[in-house]
Every structure is written in C-alpha cells, then in structure tokens.
C-alpha cells in the first residue's frame, strides 16, 4: 500500500492508475490499523489491479485529508478511471467494501 501525503501525490496517482482505493486513516486509530491490513490482503487476493494508498490523516496526510473534506476515521474511497465510484465511513465491513469494488472492478478489467 502506498504512502500518500500531499495533493499532488494523488493527483498523480489518480491519473497513472486505471483503478485506486485510498484508507483515509491514523495512527491512534485502532479500527484503521485492524482494516490496513485486511484491506491489503483482500486487493491482493482478489483485486490485483486495484491500486492501494494510505493517507495517515493523523501525521503527514492531515492537510490532504482535510483538502479531501475528510473529518472522521476510518473513510474508504474507491476510484475507477479519476472518477469516484464508492466512498465508506466510520462503520463498513469488509463486505460492504467488496460490494462496493466487485462490479465496476469487473467491468474495467475482465473481458466480455
């Protein structure tokens, strides 16, 4: 998962990559540490081509974060071609994060 801190990191990123998930999350956070992890497998294994980032809205990213209107932990926003398909606050389950992912993921990357 990348490290992402200023604006012009993720602009870049959102433009070099077909698909982008971004954690908004923090250190003293101890859902966003749980999810870190979870999140990172389940690309992984089951989206490949998905982009990961980590904005650490408690240490570098705080600025970013606040230019991205995000006031609270943990935030997940899912990116398909710079555009934004899905965003998930505070409570979500990895589930509900799937659901979110699965059909446009497939529509941009698997064959017909």
Not at 50 to 57: F, G, K, N, S, T
Not at 71 to 79: D, I, N
Not at 88 to 94: H, I, M, P, T, Y
């Amino acid at each position: 998962m990348l490290n992402i801190e200023t604006l012009e990191q993720l602009k870049q990123l959102l433009e070099s990559q077909p698909a982008v998930l971004l954690l908004f999350g923090g250190e003293h956070c101890g859902v966003c540490q749980a999810l870190k992890p979870r999140i990172s497998a389940m690309l992984a294994d089951e989206y490949p081509l998905l982009q990961a980032a980590y904005i650490d809205c408690q240490g570098p990213g705080q600025q970013l974060s606040a230019q991205m209107s995000i006031f609270s932990l943990p935030v997940v926003q899912v990116y398909f071609d710079g555009e934004k398909f899905a965003e998930l606050q505070r409570v979500f389950s990895l589930a509900d994060l799937r659901e979110a992912i699965d059909r446009p993921y497939r529509l941009s990357f698997e064959s017909f």
